[in-house]
């Protein structure tokens, strides 16, 4: 018998989703790919390592965004918390501008590791928006941020270059 969890809600793009009988191992990408049909998130490694299946979860109204793993991360884990994908980042038909910035530096070949990299950094976004760092330890924030994404491609540069390029545009992101 499988080890279940009834009355899961999760918010996934601005949309409530009340799932119920959940069963406790299933991952947050399985749902988000299996029932949900969001497939922008991407299964890499299944242990979380390579961080291709990154979101941005938050765990509280109005609390701060965090980076998680979708392969590693269990359903029930997140009863009332707030998840954004590759797909909630814009409307259909329309990029934000980091999205905007990836395109603009050529900065993927394949795009398999893309949805992570673009939460990982729409997550460092929203930090820097909270508490901005001097211009000085912007490369280490982005290494933080997105160091440890694997890319088949060794796009590495460029996502790093649009990041920086899109938080240098972004006035308060920075200080000194």
Do not use: W
């Not at 038909?93 to 905007?100: A, D, K, M, S, T």
């Not at 990982?120 to 280490?140: G, I, M, N, Y």
């Not at 160091?147 to 006035?171: F, K, M």
């Amino acid at each position: 018998m499988t080890d279940t969890s009834a009355d899961i809600s999760i918010t996934v793009n601005g949309v409530v989703r009340r799932l119920g009988a959940v069963a406790a191992n299933l991952s947050l990408l399985d749902l988000l790919q299996e029932e949900l049909d969001l497939t922008g998130t991407k299964f890499g490694c299944g242990i979380g390592m390579c961080k291709a299946c990154t979101v941005a979860l938050r765990r509280t109204s109005g609390g701060p965004l965090e980076a998680v793993r979708a392969c590693s991360t269990t359903v029930v884990s997140l009863d009332g918390q707030e998840i954004t994908t590759v797909e909630g980042l814009a409307p259909p038909g329309e990029l934000i501008p980091l999205q905007r910035a990836f395109l603009e530096a050529f900065a993927f070949q394949c795009g398999y590791c893309t949805p992570g990299f673009l939460m990982a950094a729409f997550v460092l976004l929203d930090r820097l928006k909270q508490a901005p760092v001097s211009k000085t330890e912007l490369e280490a924030e982005i290494a933080r941020a997105c160091g440890d994404h694997v890319c088949r491609c060794t796009g590495y540069r460029r996502y790093h270059d649009a990041i920086r390029d899109i938080i240098a545009a972004q006035p308060g992101l920075t200080t000194g």
